[in-house]
């Protein structure tokens, strides 16, 4: 099982990042878009970096209003899609993150969330790559696991599959019942976050309080543990949003944050869901 961290879950340019997240243990990083853009690399040399630290990029994020919009605005859409797509060649990367339309003008019908994630999936096969889905908390019509697997099950497509984040899940009001209810293998990226309970808009909540299992309020366990049951081997992510870990050297985060996960495997071995020796590191 792969350990994983969001570059956004650190401070520092992208190169601290990567140094940081090579040096403190991980196997592979979500790609930030926006670290990208900033860090003056082009792909090509973020790519060589990662791989110099011993990582792979497993996901490239975020891809946003990518559905419920216009038939006449979704061809803009492929437009920006596809540039996106030619980025993660260069990256070798290919996985992209698709998350949930949080604009007030999203259009709810189901079927055409389904149609266009659909139309997306025709796009990244192309190239032999996926399109993860997930829906945020503060989606406008898809802001539940329940909402995103129903979108990914319409679009019935086999480069269509879900995320599941543990922050989304509990600020939708869902817990990991709703993970056992999944066909077997239906999760394909699985982010992990911690959080104090708050009473408070969804957004700064999630922009603002996540942080590393065992520091927050919530169960991580019980979801991780349940996507883990149904067969998931994929990477354990942190996508960990506070602006307190950013103020700190990277170096300092990534090794917590690290620290943390090898905590939750062990959690998960002690409980007997994995064998010990399943997480790679």
């Known amino acids: 099982m792969k350990l994983c961290v969001a570059t956004v879950s650190l401070g520092g340019s992208l190169l601290e990042k990567i140094d940081a997240i090579g040096a403190a243990g991980f196997d592979g990083l979500e790609l930030l878009d926006d670290d990208l853009r900033k860090s003056g690399m082009t792909p090509r040399e973020c790519a060589r970096r990662c791989a110099d630290q011993g990582l792979t990029i497993d996901l490239y994020q975020p891809f946003r209003r990518a559905e419920g919009v216009s038939a006449q605005?979704?061809?803009?859409?492929?437009?920006?899609?596809?540039?996106?797509?030619?980025?993660?060649?260069?990256?070798?990367?290919?996985?992209?993150?698709?998350?949930?339309?949080?604009?007030?003008?999203?259009?709810?019908?189901?079927d055409l969330t389904a149609g266009q994630l659909a139309a997306l999936g025709d796009a990244a096969a192309e190239h032999g790559m996926t399109v993860m889905f997930e829906a945020l908390a503060w989606g406008t019509h898809i802001s539940r696991v329940a909402d995103a697997w129903d979108a990914v099950r319409r679009a019935d497509h086999p480069n269509v599959t879900l995320v599941v984040d543990t922050f989304h899940l509990y600020a939708a009001g869902e817990d990991a019942s709703v993970l056992t209810g999944l066909p077997r293998d239906a999760v394909s990226f699985l982010q992990v976050a911690d959080a104090p309970w708050l009473e408070m808009d969804v957004l700064q909540w999630s922009r603002n309080h996540r942080c590393f299992p065992g520091e927050g309020e919530f169960d991580v366990l019980g979801p991780v543990a349940a996507v883990v049951a149904s067969g998931y081997r994929g990477p354990l992510s942190l996508e960990i949003f506070n602006p307190g870990y950013r103020e700190r050297p990277a170096a300092e985060i990534a090794k917590l944050g690290a620290d943390s996960l090898?905590?939750?495997?062990?959690?998960?071995?002690?409980?007997?869901?994995?064998?010990?020796?399943?997480a790679h590191r």
Do not use: K
Not at 85 to 92: F, I, T
Not at 262 to 275: C, M, P, Q, S
């Open 73 to 110: 605005e979704f061809r803009g859409v492929l437009t920006r899609f596809r540039g996106e797509l030619d980025v993660m060649r260069a990256l070798g990367a290919d996985a992209i993150l698709v998350v949930s339309n949080t604009d007030a003008d999203a259009d709810p019908s189901r």
């Open 262 to 278: 090898r905590h939750l495997v062990g959690e998960l071995e002690r409980a007997g869901t994995i064998v010990p020796g399943d």
